[in-house]
């Protein structure tokens, strides 16, 4: 069962993915190549006023398609964002510890 779930998450990720790549290059193949700097500009990235206003409609549709759906999907990614920014926050610490450990063991000491 497990490998069925896992290709069945992988196939879902690959139209997904796939699904964006689409979006991007079909709004590509519309513009002509002298025309892509400033349509990259006003689509992707656009005056440095209008992040919020984007922002907010990625959010509400973010909301109409996993909250109000029900899904389990924001649950899932809350919880690999908090593991995600605990191992990052630790690992320096990791790491002095880790560098501190070889560096007694080279001098013959023990920690």
Known sequence: RAPRRRKKKLKRAAMVVTKL??????????????????????????????????????????????????????????MVSVFAMAYLVGLPAELRHLRHEEEMKKAGGHH
């Open 21 to 78: 790549v689409n979006r991007y290059l079909g709004s590509m193949s519309k513009v002509k190549v002298a025309d892509l700097p400033g349509h990259i500009h006003k689509e992707y990235i656009g005056p440095a006023n209008s992040w919020w206003p984007r922002a907010k409609e990625r959010l509400l549709q973010y909301k109409t398609d996993h909250i109000d759906q029900g899904s389990f999907t924001p649950v899932k990614q809350v």
